[in-house]
């Protein structure tokens, strides 16, 4: 069922919108009315007065059971986005006209106001549409799920995809980094214990694992557990059960678990760093996101949505010029994701007069020459 509904009436770039929401994964459809199930619809301003206005326009999205409404007015001096009815109206000024470009940057953050609100992965890369086609569909199900890849590529947003569009999406959401938490407290955090079960238990606490209780738990950087915690990890993924520190008996659990790393996992069981018996338990259906340089297509896509989540509450949405855009793909990013939007928040503060340039992207910080800059901005 198509989640975006386009009204017919609609502006000149709404096929290049449909386009980019389309690589997003997220589905769309145009047409006189939405069909029921749709959770935002898109109009014109054009088509808004033709209904009536803003009130005619709201029951045809209330009749649908439409969540949110983006009215896109086109021709505008300017880039610009105004709120109403508490953020479920979404009034966008849109600076283009005629044949719009994939990549121009006001209507990727079009794309990106509207494809957030359905969908959290950010994609325009074809096989990153694969990636979140495939989360979608485990999803479906309450099968473990592996997600293998570089540090800074996405590993915990798929996760949240995989949670948002399963059966458990209402439940809760729970992330643990074990490389994070030292070795004694680990087993204590992720199981529970009872009070008096150790030197300062002073009270019963029922431990991370069953925090997600009837959600998801996240594991993440799995591969550093010590070998000890495993093995009684393995027991409640294979009884969905668990013992807290200082109880006699087990305690069900109804959790789905998600197991991210770094690694090569297969050598770190041949290595004996990490048991293969529980690396087969978790690794039931495997998920890889890539490195950022592997996809260089996600690259605006992903830019555009950081300055958008980066720029405060009512100031000028900043627009990326084309120049910029062509920077930051040219950049290799060894720091992935995270390294990006480092960058995205330094331009942030750099930036004049609403526009990002290849001069406000300060990507390599360790210069002389970048730090005087920095100090001068601010």
């Known amino acids: 069922m198509p989640l975006i509904h386009i009204l017919d009436d609609a502006f000149d770039a709404a096929s290049a919108l449909s386009q980019l929401l389309g690589r997003r994964r997220v589905s769309t459809e145009r047409g006189a009315k939405p069909a029921a199930g749709t959770q935002v619809v898109v109009a014109s301003a054009v088509a808004e007065a033709k209904l009536g206005g803003g009130r005619g326009l709201a029951e045809l999205a209330r009749a649908a059971g439409a969540k949110s409404i983006v009215v896109v007015t086109e021709g505008a001096a300017a880039f610009g986005v105004t709120e109403e009815l508490g953020g479920r109206l979404l009034r966008v000024a849109l600076p283009v006209t005629g044949q719009v470009a994939l990549r121009d940057a006001g209507l990727m953050m079009v794309a990106d106001m509207i494809g957030g609100q359905v969908q959290a992965m950010v994609a325009a890369d074809a096989e990153t549409g694969q990636l979140i086609d495939l989360a979608t ?13 570089p540090t800074g590529s996405g590993k915990e947003v798929l996760a949240r995809q995989v949670h948002a569009a399963s059966r458990r999406a209402n439940a809760p959401f729970v992330a643990i980094n074990c490389a994070a938490i030292p070795e004694n407290m680990l087993e204590a955090i992720l199981f529970g214990h009872e009070k008096g079960a150790f030197t300062g238990a002073s009270n019963a606490n029922k431990g991370i694992i069953r925090a997600a209780e009837g959600g998801t738990l996240m594991l993440d950087e799995i591969s550093e557990m010590p070998m000890g915690l495993q093995s009684k990890l393995l027991r409640v993924l294979q009884e969905r059960a668990l013992t807290p520190i200082g109880a006699q008996n087990e305690v069900p659990v109804d959790i789905r678990v998600i197991a991210t790393s770094n690694r090569d996992m297969p050598e770190e069981v041949r290595a004996r760093r990490f048991r293969e018996d529980l690396f087969y338990r978790l690794n039931v259906f495997p998920l890889t996101t890539r490195a950022l340089c592997e996809r260089p297509d996600d690259i ?57 340039t290849p001069a406000d992207l300060l990507i390599n910080t360790a210069t002389p020459t970048v730090t005087r800059l920095m100090a001068r901005a601010v």
């Open 137 to 149: 569909r485990v999803a479906r199900t309450d099968v473990t799920v592996f997600i293998n890849g």
């Open 300 to 356: 605006p896509a992903l830019a555009v949505a950081m300055v958008r989540r980066h720029t405060p509450a009512g100031q000028t949405l900043p627009m990326l010029t084309s120049e910029a855009i062509s920077s930051l793909v040219a950049h290799d990013w060894p720091g992935n994701v995270r390294e990006l939007e480092n960058v995205i928040q330094r331009a942030l503060v750099m930036q004049e007069g609403g526009k990002i």
